[in-house]
Every structure is written in C-alpha cells, then in structure tokens.
C-alpha cells in the first residue's frame, strides 16, 4: 500500500498558522479524494477537510464546522501534493494531523481510522498555545 506523507507540524500560539503538506505517490495521485484527520490528545478523531483531486488544481473541497473559515485545503498536481492550511489556530487545534486516500480503505472489514494511522507511524503534530 503506497503511504501519504504528512509534514509541516510544529507548535505556535493561538492565532498563529501553520502550512501542513501531503505527499501523495505519483502512482496513485488522483486516484481517489484526499482528506485530512486530525486525532485531539482526547483521543477523538475528526475528518477535518477533503478534496477532490482532478486534473485541474481547484478540487471540490469539504470542511468541518469546526475549522471552516480558517483551514484552507489546496492541491499541487505538479508536487502530487495536498496542503492544508491554517490560520487562526485555537488551543483546541491541537492534534497529530493525517492525511489518507478518501474515502477511508477498509481493514478487517472497517473503515480505517486515526489509531490506524498512528499505528503506522503516520502523521504530523500540531500544537497551539494559549
């Protein structure tokens, strides 16, 4: 299974923003719908935007309530990248962020989720003081 790789984590302070980047291998870009999960220290995983990659670079894009107005997801067909990015970051941004083909695959008969990503060493930490 080609992997996605997240990167760009880092900790700033609220009202900061931070730029997360998806590498996608070439082999499989725009195969599939890319999302965003993000896995709070609750332990609550949340489908924070998706995007449709197509042959143009402005793909349909969905958000969660949570981070529409702030949380921006883009495409680089060239880079076979997914950017999201965030401004306005809040303490409860906090999270491990990941990035995976959508919808989610199926393991064992279920839709993968944010402890299989961290289970394969997936993901990129974000945190945002007060």
């Known amino acids: 299974e080609p992997r996605l790789v997240e990167s760009g984590g880092g900790s700033v302070q609220a009202g900061g923003s931070l730029r997360l980047s998806c590498t996608i291998p070439?082999?499989?870009?725009?195969?599939?719908?890319v999302a965003w999960y993000r896995q709070t220290p609750g332990n609550e995983c949340e489908l924070v935007s998706t995007?449709?990659?197509?042959?143009?670079?402005?793909?349909?894009?969905t958000y969660a309530d949570s981070v529409k107005g702030r949380f921006t997801v883009s495409q680089d067909n060239a880079k076979n990248t997914v950017y999201l990015q965030m401004n306005s970051l809040k303490p409860e941004d906090t999270a491990v962020y990941f990035c995976?083909?959508?919808?989610?695959?199926?393991?064992?008969?279920?839709?993968?989720?944010?402890?299989?990503?961290?289970?394969w060493g997936q993901g990129t930490q974000v945190t945002v003081s007060s």
């Open positions: 995976a083909t959508h919808p989610p695959i199926r393991v064992g008969g279920r839709p993968v989720t944010c402890v299989d990503f961290a289970n």
């Open positions: 070439r082999v499989i870009f725009g195969d599939s719908d």
């Open positions: 995007i449709s990659i197509d042959g143009s670079s402005d793909g349909r894009t």
